[in-house]
């Protein structure tokens, strides 16, 4: 050390401070003051240059392995179940279909089968017009042989599309399109029910006053078939109707504007007149990136409130899937980056449905037949309770797309 101890001063120096440090291992110093105007601290060799300092014997090593832990799933208890509907009536149930298809039921969230296993798979129900009507070119190239005949759409659908179910939208009775009566519609549906023989949806034209009255008249001619009839809303005169509809064993949906209040609102002036085994909720469906984030919360919402012990929400629903062809950006011609759009359509419609899929959706109202394979595809396999293969996943980092 170049610091030494003035002969004058009762202080020590550096090198004795340090002796002592290593000879006592704790130093304390009280009233301690340092001065100096040139100090120089040298140690050579490092801290193991210290008298007296040892290195530690062993230097830890790093972990072989990581520690061994068992995963295991939390399992939630809850309080209530979705209630469960049949659509389709066969012939030993009074109706003509050759098979009915039950959905909700569910008593956990959406595919939460380490808490319970799927009961119902959810269904597609394919869209099918009693007239012409515009469609994106990129659904009109799959169907334009048999648009303006409902029975020959509807057989397409199933037979070639996969259809679980036929949704007949009754647009003809529209004051602002052709006007036509509720009873003249009966000969459409018959000649529908002669074609498939899957469950079907009656779908009205948005109008309160003549879907009333088509109503009416299908519950009254068609009596134990089954069918849903959509929609029933909160500015319709619900008391004949719903009589009828439960009269002549049909279920209806009740269709609120994502609001859950209205939705609890109209469902308990449906309990009047039917059981919940009678209702399918519509929350209102906002396609991609025109709102489905709030879709999925609205519907997930109603999903766990039901489940958590809300009766007036434990309903099965539906989706308005056909919806996401709303969205200009799903038809619209755009930059080559975008295109082609008879694939970037169908990729619009799977995705709002597969999102809301994951919410509790037990019912997609659909129209392209590639969407539909897509969104089938995926419940058929999460709902096979097999494992998955990761060997089939582990080089998607350098996939090339």
């Known amino acids: 050390m170049a610091a030494k101890k003035d002969s004058k001063d009762s202080g020590i120096d550096v090198t004795e401070l340090l002796e002592l440090i290593t000879k006592l291992q704790n130093l304390e110093l009280?009233?301690?003051?340092?001065?100096?105007?040139?100090?120089?601290?040298?140690?050579?060799?490092?801290?193991?240059?210290?008298?007296?300092f040892k290195l530690p014997s062993a230097i830890p090593t790093k972990p072989a392995a990581l520690l061994q832990q068992t995963f295991t799933s939390p399992i939630e208890n809850y309080s209530s179940s979705i209630a469960e509907v049949k659509l389709g009536a066969t012939k030993s149930e009074g109706g003509t279909r050759g098979r009915s298809i039950t959905i909700g039921g569910e008593k956990a969230p959406a595919f939460y089968t380490f808490e319970s296993p799927v009961i119902h798979k959810p269904v597609v129900t394919l869209d099918v017009f009693d007239m012409e009507v515009p469609?994106?070119?990129?659904?009109?190239?799959?169907?334009?042989?048999?648009?303006?005949?409902?029975?020959?759409?509807?057989?397409?659908?199933?037979?070639?599309?996969?259809?679980?179910?036929?949704?007949?939208?009754?647009?003809?009775?529209?004051?602002?399109?052709?006007?036509?009566?509720?009873?003249?519609?009966?000969?459409?549906?018959?000649?529908?029910?002669?074609?498939?023989?899957?469950?079907?949806?009656?779908?009205?034209?948005?109008?309160?006053?003549?879907?009333?009255?088509?109503?009416?008249e299908v519950s009254k001619a068609f009596?134990?078939?089954?069918?849903?009839?959509?929609?029933?809303?909160?500015?319709?005169n619900l008391e004949n109707i719903a009589k009828l509809a439960k009269e002549n064993n049909h279920a209806v949906l009740s269709f609120t504007p994502m609001d859950l209040n209205m939705?609890?609102?109209?469902?308990?002036?449906?309990?009047?007149?039917?059981?919940?085994?009678?209702?399918?909720m519509d929350l209102s469906t906002a396609a991609l990136g025109y709102g489905l984030d709030y879709a999925f919360t609205n519907m997930e919402r109603a999903r766990l409130s039901g489940l958590l012990g809300d009766g007036e929400l434990a309903h099965p629903m539906s989706s308005g899937t056909t919806n996401a062809w709303a969205a200009r950006e799903a038809w619209l011609k755009m930059e080559d980056k975008w295109e082609p759009r008879e694939l970037r359509g169908p990729l619009w419609e799977v995705t709002?449905?597969?999102?809301?899929?994951?919410?509790?959706?037990?019912?997609?109202?659909m129209i392209h037949p590639a969407a539909v394979k897509t969104l089938k595809d995926v419940i058929n396999n999460l709902s096979s309770g097999k494992k998955a293969d990761p060997s089939k996943y582990v080089d998607w980092v350098s996939a090339k797309i």
């Open 263 to 280: 939705a609890r609102e109209l469902n308990r002036k449906l309990y009047d007149y039917l059981g919940k085994e009678d209702i399918v």
């Open 30 to 52: 009280h009233d301690f003051q340092l001065e100096a105007k040139n100090l120089e601290l040298r140690v050579d060799g490092g801290v193991a240059s210290i008298p007296g």
């Open 135 to 216: 469609l994106s070119k990129a659904v009109k190239m799959h169907v334009k042989e048999v648009m303006g005949d409902p029975a020959a759409w509807a057989k397409l659908a199933v037979e070639k599309f996969g259809a679980d179910m036929v949704t007949i939208h009754l647009i003809s009775i529209d004051p602002l399109l052709k006007d036509a009566s509720a009873k003249s519609t009966l000969t459409t549906i018959e000649n529908v029910m002669q074609a498939v023989d899957v469950p079907l949806v009656i779908g009205g034209c948005g109008d309160p006053e003549k879907d009333t009255a088509l109503f009416e």
């Open 223 to 236: 009596p134990g078939e089954r069918f849903l009839l959509s929609s029933f809303t909160r500015d319709m």
């Open 352 to 365: 709002t449905a597969l999102t809301l899929l994951l919410s509790g959706v037990d019912m997609f109202m």
